[in-house]
């Protein structure tokens, strides 16, 4: 579910999840653009060196911290610091996933806590916009009529008990954890009333490959 608000104060200093992954490292080079420092959060420091080498001409602007747990939001309190805005684009999915909660639905639910967490923490966060997916409001299963437009009001369908089922595939359990990690952030803005705003953006239909270089950054 989509929604967006009014721009905030002028942001110089983004801490950016999932930063060397596809969107994230689109992300990040969108925010380079534009004059804007990063921080990347990435399990992998090595996957960071390898981004900030393929971007010479940024190397004072980006940054990585090693972020070893997703879910513990105490690792997001040093990556927090002098922060002005997030990106939270980091979520689990994989095909060969055997506990659809514990793998999928569970991880994201948490990833999200844990970086709101960590962000009211801090009165220097202005915004929080979180990647979330087409996959949470996608009705699957709607027949008819044809022509129908999917707005910011809903959700999918799904109930948490179908996402966790055994018997459910990785795709359909994948919609899930998009769809309870949006209602967990806009239940976290609702109950905790932070100083930052949110916004979630509902990407459609990504195809990916490897985005330590720029070049492959580019569409084929």
């Known amino acids: 579910m989509s929604k967006m608000v009014s721009s905030p104060p002028a942001i110089q200093y983004v801490l950016v999840t999932g930063a060397t992954g596809f969107i994230g490292a689109h992300v990040v080079d969108q925010l380079l653009s534009r004059g804007i420092k990063v921080r990347g959060a990435t399990r992998s420091l090595s996957k960071g ?3 900030i080498d393929a971007r010479p ?3 004072e602007k980006l940054d990585f911290i090693q972020i ?3 879910e513990n939001p105490g690792g997001f309190m040093e990556a927090i610091q002098d922060i002005d805005a997030v ?3 980091a979520s689990p999915f994989t095909y060969a996933i055997k506990d659809n909660e514990k ?3 569970i991880p994201a639910i948490n990833g999200v806590n844990s970086i709101l967490k960590a962000a009211a923490t801090s009165p220097k966060v202005k915004r929080v916009v979180i990647t979330s997916s087409f996959a ?3 009705d699957a299963g709607r027949k008819a009529p044809p022509y129908f437009t999917y707005t910011g009001d809903g ?3 799904l109930s948490y008990k179908e996402s966790i089922d055994p018997g459910t595939g990785a795709v359909v359990a994948y919609r899930g954890s998009k769809k309870f990690a949006e209602v967990k952030a806009w239940d976290f803005i609702a109950k905790e009333k932070p100083s930052f ?3 979630t953006l509902c990407v459609y239909d990504i195809w990916s490959h490897s985005a330590s270089y720029r070049e492959r950054l580019r569409a084929e």
């Open 197 to 199: 705003d949110l916004v």
């Open 155 to 157: 959700w999918n369908p």
């Open 87 to 89: 990106i939270h684009v």
């Open 103 to 105: 793998e999928l639905v």
């Open 68 to 70: 070893n747990d997703f």
């Open 49 to 51: 060196k390898a981004m």
């Open 57 to 59: 001409g940024f190397r």
């Open 136 to 138: 949470s409001v996608l």
